[in-house]
């Protein structure tokens, strides 16, 4: 707030000492920058909108919530795998996900059931990271969009001067590189935050199938082969 607040309030004292008093922000980081900020600034609510969504469907509760982890933890220490497949294929997180791809695969041994769940998270978990990709996608576009709005209102600076006879008048100058620093503001100002959003979801994907892989692990611990006893069957 105080890097956007800061240039506006000198521009706006430097107006008013030249005499005129109708200034507004509007002007100054929106009008100027032309249609290239106004691409940018879409950019920037459908980057909002994107983090919104992923703050709720990419957490814990979602991923590997601790009712679900219990729940198939005790149908399967009870040997209830016939409930414990039901609850897993009803249950919309990623961790009975898992546990529903290995128990389906339970007649075919353990070794069939770990590489089902490598298989289900690394399904899932690139399911995920597709989602957020987008994220990283207009923070890479931001500040190219913002380069072009400066190469534009260069380009047209200049084919203001050539035009002229002289030196084009001040206000004509500042029309133009306000054109090129207001996109490249808006470019850099929707990147930075997107591309740090993008990877705060990306380390929460990490952690979270980390997790996810634990927990399938000693839920289906009871199928380990042991010499001392039979593996059960699903």
């Known amino acids: 707030l105080l890097v956007l607040c800061a240039p506006v309030r000198a521009q706006t004292d430097a107006a008013q000492e030249m005499g005129i008093t109708d200034v507004r922000y509007f002007d100054f980081f929106v009008v100027k920058g032309g249609w ?7 950019l920037s609510v459908a980057a909002l ?17 601790d009712r679900s982890v219990a729940e198939l933890r005790n149908l399967i220490e009870q040997r209830q795998y016939a409930e414990a497949v039901r609850y897993s294929a009803e249950d919309s997180s990623v961790v009975a996900y898992v546990i529903n791809a290995a128990l389906v695969e339970a007649p075919n041994g353990y070794g069939a059931m770990v590489r089902a769940v490598e298989e289900a998270l690394e399904e899932r978990s690139a399911k995920l990271y597709r989602k957020i990709e987008y994220l990283n996608i207009i923070g890479a576009v931001s500040p190219m969009l913002g380069l072009f709005g400066t190469v534009v209102g260069m ?17 004509v100058v500042a029309d133009k590189v306000s054109i090129a620093l207001v996109a490249t503001f808006w470019g850099l100002a929707v990147a930075i935050p997107s591309l740090s959003v993008y990877a705060i979801f990306r380390n929460r994907i990490e952690v979270m ?13 009871v199928f380990k082969p042991n010499p001392t006893r039979t593996p059960p069957s699903a």
Do not use: G, K, N
């Open 209 to 221: 199938t980390a997790e996810c892989a634990v927990a399938a692990d000693r839920i289906l611990a």
């Open 155 to 171: 380009i047209l600076l200049f084919s203001a001067i050539h035009a002229a006879d002289t030196f084009p008048r001040a206000q």
């Open 36 to 42: 290239i900020a106004y691409l940018i600034i879409l």
């Open 49 to 65: 909108a994107l983090a919104i969504e992923h703050a709720v469907s990419i957490r814990r509760a979602t991923i590997v919530p």
